[in-house]
């Protein structure tokens, strides 16, 4: 039986990313067999597993790097694009571990590496705003 929720308690939207029977196969090893997930506003999600389980396959599929085989992935209640650029003007983007970042550049510059925002000059003002609201 459902309780009825405070007034006070917020019922989050939908979920701003969605998958659903995401298959990625190289070769004849299947990596990736019906994934199915949701991430909703406010949560905090962790993908955990041993070494060669398909956490960065998954991710990479996520970010259009890689196809799917089979499956669908929504974000924000759209198909998510196919390919890498598509997906980032979407707005989703993949910080890649340590390895691929810049140790000579700060957080904002890893952040938006590739993807500047420029006017005349570098918009480094801009960027950093905009780091400051996707990291709260």
Do not use: Y
Not at 10 to 35: E, K, N, Y
Not at 52 to 64: D, E
């Amino acid at each position: 039986m459902d309780q009825e929720r405070p007034a006070s308690v917020a019922v989050p939207p939908g979920p701003v990313l969605a998958a659903r029977g995401v298959v990625r196969r190289f070769g004849a090893t299947t990596v990736l067999d019906g994934i199915d997930l949701d991430l909703v506003p406010g949560e905090l999600l962790a993908l955990v597993g041993e070494n060669g389980a398909g956490k960065s396959t998954l991710i990479r599929c996520l970010a259009g790097a890689l196809p799917l085989n089979a499956g669908a992935v929504w974000c924000e209640g759209r198909p998510l694009a196919s390919t890498a650029s598509g997906v980032q003007a979407q707005g989703l983007a993949v910080v890649w571990q340590d390895l691929a970042l810049c140790d000579n550049l700060d957080a904002v510059a890893n952040l938006f590496l590739g993807r500047e925002e420029r006017g005349l000059l570098l918009a480094e003002e801009r960027m950093h705003a905009r780091a400051r609201r996707l990291l709260k």
